[in-house]
């Protein structure tokens, strides 16, 4: 009994119009919100991956600074004053030192 409403509400539709709109908006959700997260990441990661003492580099919190010794995790940064501060490698927002020698885009 339950089942012969079930199809009536339904009214004869296929199961692929029913689960296309849900797959499409999957699809949109991935390639507009899931993806360009990974992407930006992975490039976080490279960036973080390439620094070298000597570069000045910007926190998530602002601080400004130059790295002073590297461990595996964690970055020696001496800020104003010759005052050094330890950081998580995952704190790190840019790095200031090649951001201010690239030319500006047009």
Do not use: C, W
């Amino acid at each position: 009994m339950t089942t012969t409403v079930i199809l009536q509400a339904a009214g004869g539709s296929s199961m692929l119009t029913t689960l296309a709109p849900m797959v499409l908006i999957m699809i949109v959700f991935y390639f507009f919100m899931i993806r360009p997260q990974v992407k930006k990441a992975k490039d976080h990661k490279k960036m973080v991956e390439a620094l070298a003492i000597g570069d000045k580099i910007v926190t998530t919190a602002g601080i400004h600074g130059k790295i002073s010794s590297m461990n595996e995790t964690t970055f020696l940064i001496e800020v104003e004053g010759g005052t050094k501060i330890r950081f998580d490698k995952s704190a790190i927002s840019l790095e200031a030192t090649k951001a201010a020698t690239a030319p500006a885009k047009a």
